[in-house]
């Protein structure tokens, strides 16, 4: 017997979606800038992770014409149950993409551009080569650009891919471990927690004075103790920048919120992170891997500066 349809007037019940609190809402993007930036990403064929993940900030940043760049392509092998980017067999690699990423770059007027890219576990490389590709473009383009890169786990292939992309020489490395890793069955299936802090470890070994980016999202059912220890782990392995963030779910589909974490639990786990050595932490509900990066990046640098020559004059 199948199910007749709801008569004329009569509601149809929907997932329910949860209702968010005031810290974490934020105003629709309506600004010129924000459309000059879209009008720019669209004409260039570029993806942006502000859309794709549906970023809360995505209205404050184009404003201010940053934007973080989603490269080859915007379908993700992986489903990760946090995450809003589509799932499926990807298309092939733009050819293109490297010089319209620079192009993009030049004509937003970067000083410091956020680089990101969907799972391809359907290419040889993970598609380690594309993002060598964008570095030397934006070398070539754009010299005076720092550039953060924000990479999957490569899995599977992962230290010839750190090699070739740590060579090509980014300012900052990012690859987040996400959440603890008791959640990551449910929350990140097709990852593994030691295979990412081994990563990160990479790049360290590879070249010390790159910076090295984690971060993780609250909110999913961790533990406090938990979250230290995460920390920890990530100090352990030599990370030198610590973002912390609300999880907000995408869709109703998506893993459910467990609770809200409130600005003062943050604050208090930024701390902390601080006390266990971090050069940079950034640690509010809103906070995302690309938020104020720049900015960031600058006080990271003038951070490890104080360090040294503390360093140098005890010497």
């Known amino acids: 017997m199948t199910n007749a349809p709801a008569p004329t007037g009569e509601s149809v019940a929907r997932p ?9 809402r934020v105003k629709a993007p309506t600004s010129k800038g924000y459309g000059e930036t879209r009008q720019l ?6 993806n942006t992770v502000c859309e794709e993940a549906a970023c809360p900030n995505i209205g404050e940043c184009w404003t201010k014409k ?50 990101t890219s969907v799972d391809r576990d359907d290419l040889p490389d993970g598609g380690a080569g594309q993002f060598v590709k964008v570095i030397e473009a934006l070398r070539r383009t754009t010299p005076q650009t720092t550039i953060e890169i924000l990479t999957p786990d490569f899995r599977g292939k992962m230290q010839a891919a750190v090699e070739a992309i740590v ?20 929350i990140r299936p097709g990852a593994r927690y030691y295979a990412s802090l081994r990563l990160l470890e990479e790049v360290k070994r ?34 030198d920048f610590l973002t912390m963030g609300q999880y907000l779910q995408p869709t109703p589909k998506h893993a459910k919120v467990i ?21 940079q932490v950034a640690a509010t509900p809103l906070t995302r891997s690309s938020y104020h990066a720049g900015d960031d990046f600058r006080e990271m640098r003038a951070a490890r500066e104080a360090q040294l020559a503390k360093a140098a004059q005890r010497g």
């Open 259 to 279: 609770d809200f974490v409130t600005p003062q639990a943050f604050s208090a786990y930024g701390a902390i992170a601080r006390a266990k050595g971090f050069l």
């Open 167 to 186: 060579a090509a020489g980014p300012d900052v490395y990012n690859h987040n471990l996400e959440t603890v890793p008791r959640l990551y069955p449910t």
């Open 66 to 115: 940053h934007a973080t760049v989603m490269i080859l392509g915007d379908v993700c092998t992986r489903a990760c149950a946090f995450c809003n980017v589509k799932t499926g067999m990807p298309r092939k690699v733009d050819p293109l993409e490297p010089e319209n990423v620079a192009t993009a770059a030049a004509k937003l007027g970067l000083e410091h551009i956020v680089i």
């Open 16 to 24: 329910e979606r949860q209702r968010k609190p005031d810290w974490i």
């Open 41 to 46: 990403m669209r004409g260039l064929g570029l």
């Open 206 to 239: 590879h070249n010390p004075l790159i910076f090295t980016k984690s971060g993780i999202m609250l909110g999913l059912g961790e533990e406090r103790l938990e979250v230290h220890q995460v920390m920890d782990d990530m100090r352990s392995a030599g990370i």
